[in-house]
């Protein structure tokens, strides 16, 4: 089993429409978790941290559920500019602020 | 621009070529990490520097490949003899040594090998 795993899409989605993507992970240990964003030939960004209670930011929210061992990003009324590719990241180690576990990515395209 | 950057972005190489990537970090940040993406994965892990010590290699990073960060700034990454294998993006990110510190990645080097 991988240890974090997205479904790669790609996902197509009129503008204005809300989407949602899951993520699971394998190690239960895991501490820390993120959204990064990455355009297409451009390097990942940092979107959101995803915290045990939940967090959101403007029209993202992030969801951790540690029993089932899975994490959500929702986005909400979808613009063109959200069209990227989302990755599931996780720091497995306790100690925190070591090498990240990447998920493939889930594509987004948002369409006019 | 106060980002993490990388040098060269695009290096064309033929199979058996040495080539040196460069990283320069966030100046005031200790922990360095070089990752490699290939298409349509995520970017994996291949070391990771706190300081100048190196502290840890995962297990893609082969004999072929070395990295050192000499003065705790900027670091290096050599692969020799390359392979068409190799090619990949590798992206260099840094961060603040403190627990859930966010790690900033650079634009990265597009490696192609004939």
């Known amino acids: 089993r991988k240890e974090v795993e997205q479904d790669p899409g790609p996902f197509n989605v009129p503008e204005g429409a809300t989407v949602a993507f899951n993520c699971t992970y394998s190690n239960s240990a895991s501490q820390s978790f993120f959204w990064y964003r990455q355009d297409c030939r451009k390097e990942p960004k940092l979107l959101m941290s995803v915290y045990s209670s939940g967090n959101e930011d403007g029209r993202f929210t992030a969801q951790l559920n540690r029993a089932s061992q899975y994490i959500s990003l929702l986005i909400r009324d979808s613009k063109l500019s959200d069209s990227a590719t989302y990755l599931c990241?996780?720091?497995?180690?306790?100690?925190?602020?070591?090498?990240?576990?990447f998920g493939k990515g889930t594509r987004l395209s948002v369409i006019a | 621009d106060t980002g993490v950057s990388q040098d060269p972005r695009h290096k064309i190489t033929k199979r058996g070529q040495n080539v040196t990537f460069r990283c320069d970090p966030i100046s005031e940040h200790n922990r360095l990490y070089w990752y490699r993406q290939t298409l349509g994965q995520g970017p994996e892990f291949l070391t990771y520097?706190?300081?100048?010590?190196?502290?840890?290699k995962s297990r893609l990073l082969s004999d072929r490949f070395s990295a050192e960060r000499p003065k705790g700034s900027f670091s290096t990454l050599e692969i020799q003899r390359t392979e068409q294998g190799d090619s990949a993006m590798y992206l260099c990110?840094?961060?603040?040594?403190?627990?859930?510190?966010?790690?900033?990645f650079g634009p990265g080097t597009r490696l192609l090998v004939l």
């Open positions: 990110a840094s961060s603040h040594n403190m627990p859930r510190g966010t790690q900033y």
């Open positions: 990241v996780v720091n497995p180690r306790r100690s925190g602020n070591t090498p990240l576990v």
């Open positions: 520097f706190q300081n100048e010590a190196q502290l840890e």
